[in-house]
């Protein structure tokens, strides 16, 4: 199974936006996506905090960051798993 992350925060409504967009075009029986709040940690919020929502792949060290839409997500997707 695929794992991402969302990286976002609490209030941020394009952080929403993004959560619908993930939920509206995966398998969530084929990926998992964890939802990470920034500013609980000092380092996320330094590299994130303009950024968000970021979705990233860890094992990959590949992001991809907003707006995205649900056909770029499925390319970041394939990508990742090519």
């Known amino acids: 199974m695929l794992s991402l992350e969302l990286?976002?925060?609490?209030?941020?409504h394009l952080?929403?936006?993004?959560?619908q967009v993930l939920v509206s075009c995966l398998?969530?029986?084929q990926v998992h996506i964890e939802v990470v709040d920034i500013?609980?940690?000092?380092?996320?919020m330094l590299v994130y905090a303009?950024?968000?929502p970021v979705l990233r792949?860890?094992?990959?060290?590949?992001?991809?960051?907003w707006p995205f839409q649900a056909h770029?997500?499925?390319r970041f997707i394939a990508h990742l798993e090519s």
């Open 39 to 44: 500013a609980e940690s000092d380092a996320l």
């Open 50 to 52: 303009t950024r968000i």
């Open 7 to 12: 990286l976002g925060t609490q209030g941020c």
């Open 57 to 65: 792949h860890l094992a990959s060290n590949s992001d991809l960051e």
């Open 27 to 29: 398998d969530l029986s």
């Open 15 to 19: 952080c929403d936006d993004a959560e």
């Open 72 to 74: 770029q997500v499925q």
